[in-house]
């Protein structure tokens, strides 16, 4: 099993920053992939952005190219997105997910593990 945890949500100004953190614990090898996704009320779950952990390479969704930026860090078993010029429609809980191997998947279904979710909310 593998055990997420998100931190970092909140209420910001749109245009402003919010980063994001989510910790893995438990049996982390088997989180190869990670992603974030978000969800507004009567939508969706939708797609953020994904990272293969081993390799680093990444996947953005259109919608936040050039604003959101996903990291790692290895020690600390963390992923982080950060946000900029965060916009009203950005308002969503945001859920950490993850799967054994990277495949670049944009579905969450194809996500085993999830975290809690996270509120952001961006006021205009």
């Known amino acids: 099993q593998v055990q997420l945890v998100e931190s970092g949500g909140g209420l910001v100004q749109a245009g402003g920053p919010m980063r994001l953190a989510c910790a893995a614990s438990?049996?982390?090898?088997?989180?190869?992939?990670m992603g974030w996704f978000r969800q507004a009320p009567g939508k969706e779950r939708e797609f953020v952005v994904g990272i293969n952990w081993s390799a680093g390479n990444t996947s953005y969704a259109d919608s936040v190219k050039g604003r959101f930026t996903i990291s790692r860090n290895n020690a600390k078993n963390t992923v982080y997105l950060q946000m900029n010029s965060l916009k009203p429609e950005d308002t969503a809980v945001y859920y950490c997910?993850?799967?054994?191997?990277?495949?670049?998947?944009?579905?969450?279904?194809?996500?085993?593990?999830w975290g809690q979710g996270t509120q952001v909310t961006v006021s205009s």
């Open positions: 438990g049996r982390t090898f088997s989180s190869n992939a």
């Open positions: 997910a993850a799967r054994s191997t990277w495949k670049g998947s944009i579905v969450p279904n194809e996500y085993v593990y």
